[in-house]
């Protein structure tokens, strides 16, 4: 059975490496009022202090939810437009926090780039703003009418379904028809 979990376990490591400053979800429909979460991990020794998104012209973003030990600093232009969000507070190494918002999407299909800046105790600042190719990548959501009907968090808990299984079947066909006992 130890194939079968390794099998799996190479599955999901993709996931662990995207670890870095990622807004949910990654599609989204048009027009919609749709609750987003900016989730941070702390990737070094030193805490994570300050956490700062900005936002692109095509999203409005309406409303934030209170994360408990975080003050929020809504950033707005000079027409009172929010452009921006600025969380502080202390998040440990090897933890993460999630900041909710919500925010109408755009009417058309579009990609939308989050582009976001962590800063470390001690001073250091990473700016999640790059390209998708780089060490440093804005998560972007891709804004679109989905002709499948699923959103692709569903397929993946579909695909994990089947996974799962598949090994439940093969565990069982190893086991022999003995193994089965109420």
Known sequence: MAPTWAFVALLLFPMTLGAHAVVQPAQAPPGAYQRYVLRVPTEREVPTTRVEIRFAAAVTVVS??????????????????????????????????????????????????????????????????????????????????????????AWLGIAS??????????????AGPDAIRV
């Open 64 to 153: 934030f939810a209170d994360v408990p030990g975080w003050e929020l600093e809504v950033m707005t232009d000079s027409a009172g437009r929010i452009v921006g969000a600025a969380w502080t507070g202390t998040l440990p190494p090897r933890r993460f926090v999630e900041f909710p918002f919500v925010a109408v999407n755009p009417d058309d299909e579009a990609t939308v780039a989050w582009p976001v800046t962590q800063t470390y105790a001690g001073g250091e600042v990473v700016e999640w703003a790059g390209p998708e190719d780089s060490d440093t990548p804005a998560s972007v959501t891709r804004v679109t009418a989905s002709g499948d009907g699923l959103p692709a968090s």
């Open 161 to 174: 379904l089947a996974i799962a299984l598949v090994a439940l079947g093969l565990a069982l066909r190893k």
